[in-house]
Each structure stands twice: as C-alpha cells, then as structure tokens.
C-alpha cells in the first residue's frame, strides 16, 4: 500500500477554479437541499498547492488521577464504552451518577454526567468532524436521492460505470450499493470521494484516481467499487470500536500512538481511523480538522451538526426473539459474535447450522423468522426482514439473514410470523464453508454488537464474546454451548420456542432469483 501525495491526484486547475470561486460566493446549504454543482474545495481539488493553515485547537489539560470531568452522553454511548474511553470504571461511573438505572443499555443522548477520568498522555484532536447519524444508512438519509445528486454535479463520478455485483452500475448506484450492504451513508461516501479524488467537481480525472479514487493503493482493492468496499470496511471497523470500547489507540503513519480524545463520537473517530490509513501525518492532521473532510461534507450537504437527530434512544431494547430455527430441531452453533457484513467490527453476526450438516450440501431445513415482520430486500443468500412495518430497513429493528438458498425463498414483501419458514440455509451469497445461517440486528441502520451492552439474545440464550471472530459462548441459565464450526455436541442448541402452525411463505418467483 502506498500514500498517494496530493500532486498525484490533482487535475484540471483551470476547470476547477470557476467552482471554486462559485463555492466562495455561495451560502451553506441546509441538510435537506440538494445544492448544484458548486463544492467546497477539498484537498483533491486541483487548486491545492500546499496544505491549508488554521489556528490551533484547544488541547486537553493533565487532570488529576480520579478527577471528575463534565460530559454530555452522546449517540449510542454505554457504561462499558465510556469506561475504556476515560480509562475507569463502570462502577465508578455509576457512584459519580446515581442516576444512571441498574439496567441501562444505551445511555439517553444528552443527560449530563461526572466521569472520574484517568490520565492518558497524548490525546488526539477534539474536533467533532460529522455526527452519528450521518455516519449510518439511517433515518437522516431516508429522502437523499444519491443518482440526482450525483447528476447535479459536473464530476467524472456521473459518468463513471462499473460491474459489480452481477450488474453494470452508474458511480452513484456504486455507492448505494456499499451504502445498503455495509449500512454506512451514502452521503459521507460521497464526501469522502470527493475530497479524496474530486469526484463531484473534477469533469475530467487523470487514470490514478479513477483506479485509486479513496486515496488506497493497492491492487486487489482497484477501481471504484473495491475502493468504495474497503473504505466502508476501514470506517465500520472505527466506527464500530469505537462505539462499543474496543479501541483506544491506533499507530500512525509515523510510528508514533495516537490516541482519540475521550470525548469524541464515534464517527470522528472512523474518519480518524480512516485518513490514518490514507494520508502521511500532515495530511491527515489537516483531514481530521477544520478545513478537511467537515469542510467538504458541509460544502456538499450542509452544517451536518445543525439537522443532527441521534439515531440510537436512551434504553433501547430488543424486541422478544427466537432462535432462527423451528421449535423441536437441533441445530450447531457455528459462529460466535462476527462481522455482520465485510470484514472486521461490527462482531454483530451470529452462525447456527442444521444437525450433522457438512461442508456446502444441501439441505432441506427450514430457517425461520425469529419475530414476525415484512420482507423489505432479498438478493443472493439474502432476507431482510423488517419489524416496525414501514418497509425501510434504515428504520426500527430489521433482523439480516444471509446464506439462504434462493431456491423457495421467501418472497420480497411478504408478510410473516415468528417461526414462519424464510428459505433454506446454504453456502449462497457472501463466503462459506459450510451450510448454515448468518443472522445480525441493525437499529435505525446502526448494526447492533451480538455482545455488547444490548445482546443478541434469543429464547434467553445469551452470547457472550470469544477471543477472536467467530468464537465465543451462548448461555442460559448456567448452561452454555460453545460456538464450533465441527458441530458437535457441545455446539448443539435445542430450540424450546412454542410450536406454530403456520403454512409455508411465499416464495420467490424463478426472475427474482439473481443472476450472480
């Protein structure tokens, strides 16, 4: 992997500098409008010469061991997150706030709290780049209309085409693609695409950044889809630590630690994550601050910070579920906590595989919905099932299936109940080794963590985190099973949920299977 310099992804100065003049004359506009062609200039932007300056921020003192600090819950924040964070406890955080309950999942996005924090040398940059919620394929991008978009601007993304997954596809159905399966927003992709490689504003880009166009260059990851793919995989790998207090601190470029300041959200620190692993340290001092990636999504977007509305309540909880396999059967626990979707964070995925099965046979058991709702997306291997009704899966619970065989699947847009057959779990769609099922949660199009503070639980089995992907524990009542791909007895889990008479779904038609 080399970091690309900035005189290697410039293009067209003359082009661009009547853009750039039509950006500076130009009003901020607001989350909703779709603004015309002019953006704020990035550091892709072909009149970049030299890296842009700015007063320094604020740092954070040395407290004292202990010490009690204000802090205003954000986003998804829990006890166990914000415990690694400021180097505490959950306990001692719980003695400062008697206000938080005994129960509490998430914490409720705006309650004040005192953190006794534990000094950690070298903290990182306090600037807040994007909000939460523009960081997720959620509620706030329900009406954005990534094509239109896209074609009001003057960027070599409009005429950009690529197969991928089974179709050719315009620049801008390549980013709805990775925006739907990896559930990050297909405004920051866009965001980044543009700074990066001025994919919005340049007309006319040199072959590089078409090739490389997020700034990784690395054969295997060439073209804009696989950019588009890693670079959803770096930023759900950030995002997702994050948020559930598993990351601290990454190396940088240099060699030298750098630690996220305590009080960041999980989004600022992904973009972090992310230019870390595409810009040499000025570079990326400049990306994480002012006048980089927020300057450039505000550009495009809006003041992302004046329409932010937290995707994820105080005490959310999960719906009553089952195991996704009728009630009576003996399946294999065959995956502990996972990737849901990619590689790497988020661990939201569970595996179950039918009795003996070996290797990719198949089978002619059913897997089944664990709570009733609509079928809102099929594709290979692929069942959304949407609980709350209103047919977007960016919204309320969703429950994600993958490896069903497309042969008697249920249909898009049926109507189901908990324990009504979905499809036949296979090696279909993703990677396999096996047949089994692969099931994850996502939350306002937030992928919800198998074990974190909100467990996957199913028929009161709990999972509990192994030391590396897949493995890890199911418990219930002092019993235990353990996650094995050798589907032995150890791995066995009965299902105990009350028998359902229930006739077989709606299955897809023979044209609605895909082609790849």
């Avoid at 405004?187 to 980044?192: F, G, K, M, N």
């Amino acid at each position: 992997m080399q970091i690309r310099s900035i005189p290697a992804r410039l293009a067209a100065f003359a082009c661009l500098a009547a853009l750039l003049v039509a950006c500076a004359q130009s009003p901020a506009g607001s989350q909703d409008a779709t603004p015309g062609p002019a953006v704020t200039p990035s550091l892709s932007s072909a009149a970049e010469t030299q890296l842009p300056t700015s007063t320094p921020l604020p740092t954070r003192p040395a407290y004292q061991p202990g010490q009690l600090v204000d802090y205003v819950v954000q986003n998804g924040d829990t006890l166990l997150a914000l415990a690694v964070r400021f180097n505490t406890t959950a306990r001692e955080i719980r003695a400062a706030n008697p206000v938080i309950p005994d129960n509490t999942t998430t914490l409720p996005p705006g309650l004040p709290l005192k953190i006794p924090i534990y000094y950690r040398a070298y903290w990182g940059s306090a600037y807040p780049i994007i909000p939460d919620s523009q960081f997720i394929n959620g509620p706030a991008v329900i009406d954005f209309d990534t094509q239109a978009f896209v074609d009001s601007h003057p960027g070599w993304l409009r005429n950009y085409r690529e197969y991928a997954s089974g179709s050719m596809r315009s620049g801008a159905g390549l980013v709805d693609l990775v925006a739907l399966n990896f559930s990050v927003s297909p405004r920051l992709l866009l965001a980044l695409l543009e700074y990066q490689s001025g994919a919005l504003s340049v007309p006319v880009p040199d072959t590089d950044v078409t090739n490389y166009p997020m700034g990784y260059e690395a054969f295997r990851h060439r073209g804009v889809y696989l950019q588009l793919v890693w670079a959803a995989n770096q930023l759900n790998d950030g995002y997702y630590q994050w948020r559930n207090g598993k990351l601290i601190e990454f190396e940088r470029s240099d060699g030298l630690i750098y630690r996220p300041d305590p009080w960041q959200n999980a989004a600022s620190v992904s973009l972090q994550v992310f230019f870390n692993r595409t810009e040499d340290v000025p570079r990326f001092q400049v990306a994480i601050g002012p006048e980089g990636l927020a300057q450039t999504f505000a550009g495009l977007f809006g003041d992302p910070w004046a329409a932010d509305q937290p995707h994820l309540p105080g005490s959310l909880a999960q719906p009553e579920l089952r195991l996704p396999f009728p009630p009576g059967q003996v399946w294999a626990y065959t995956g502990g906590p996972h990737t849901a979707w990619g590689q790497a964070q988020p661990y939201a995925a569970l595996d179950f595989a039918p009795g003996e099965q070996r290797g990719c046979t198949p089978s002619r058991l059913w897997s089944t919905a664990m709570a009733a709702g609509k079928v809102v997306r099929t594709g290979e291997g692929i069942v959304v099932l949407d609980l709350d009704g209103d047919d977007d899966e960016r919204t309320g619970w969703v429950l994600f299936y993958l490896h069903l065989q497309d042969d008697q699947k249920v249909a898009l847009g049926a109507q189901v109940q908990a324990g009504q057959p979905l499809g036949h779990p296979s090696c279909e769609g993703g990677s396999s080794t096996g047949t089994h099922v692969h099931v994850a949660r996502k939350y306002n199009g937030e992928w919800i963590d198998a074990a974190g503070a909100l467990p996957f639980v199913m028929e009161g089995w709990v999972p509990v985190e192994g030391n590396a992907a897949y493995a890890g524990l199911l418990t219930r009542l002092g019993h235990q099973v353990r996650a094995c791909t050798c589907s032995d007895a150890a791995s066995a889990i009965l299902s105990q949920a009350p028998a359902v008479a229930l006739p077989t779904p709606a299955l897809q038609e023979a044209e609605e299977t895909p082609s790849d």
